[in-house]
């Protein structure tokens, strides 16, 4: 199943470089309009604190990298990596690219989106089990240690796209 999606992904990645290579060509006829976008840019940005303001994380340090959401899977990425710090995930379990997440009583979730199986050897892992697992852990496994934590639905989702949304880490 993972290998299919594995797939998917190579497949995606081909389509995208084949379609900025297309659009290197184009992008001759573009560079007019490109200069012309960042005059305007530099323009708004020597205007000074009316510009927008710069996104910050909560620590004050610099903004977290944008995600790219894994093909075929439904929630929202950014709000799912807010709610991995915000619901407490983070107390429980590490994740390598969000700092604050150190936590040691549940398995460290860095590469959990390739892993064949969930909580053990009996939970096929796919998004749908994922946020099934987060939204009520004892149901699918009872007497685990990780609890329900009361989450809604869509929080659920949007938790499950952000881990399959991470990119995989080989110094896991
Ligand atoms: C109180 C500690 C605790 C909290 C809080 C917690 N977990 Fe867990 N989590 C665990 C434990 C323990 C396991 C292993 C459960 C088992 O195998 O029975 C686990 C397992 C998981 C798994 C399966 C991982 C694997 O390798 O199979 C996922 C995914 C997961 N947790 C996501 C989350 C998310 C998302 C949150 C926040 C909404 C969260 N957890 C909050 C303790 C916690």
Redesign the pocket.
């Known amino acids: 199943m993972w290998m299919r999606e594995l797939r998917l992904g190579a497949l995606a990645g081909e389509r995208l470089r084949a379609t900025l290579q297309r659009s290197a060509l184009s992008t001759r006829h573009a560079v007019l309009a490109t200069a012309t976008a960042m005059a305007l840019f530099a323009a708004a940005c020597a205007s000074g604190p009316a510009a927008a303001p710069t996104a910050r994380s909560p620590s004050g340090g610099p903004p977290p990298a944008p995600l790219t959401p894994a093909p075929n899977v439904p929630g929202n990425p950014e709000n799912g990596r807010q ?2 710090v915000a ?3 983070i ?3 590490t994740l390598r690219g969000v700092p604050a997440a150190t ?1 040691v ?3 460290n ?1 860095t590469n ?1 989106a390739l ?1 064949p ?4 050897e009996t939970i096929e ?1 796919s998004p749908q089990n ?1 946020a099934r ?2 939204l009520d ?1 004892p149901s699918l ?1 009872p007497g ?4 329900r ?1 009361g ?1 809604a639905e869509q929080e659920a989702r949007n ?1 499950v796209a952000f ?1 399959y949304s991470q990119p995989y880490n080989p110094a896991h």
């Open positions: 709610l991995f619901k407490g995930c107390g429980c379990h936590g009583v549940g398995p979730l959990v892993r199986t969930l909580a053990g892992n994922m697992w987060i852990p496994k685990t240690a990780m609890p934590l989450l938790l881990l």
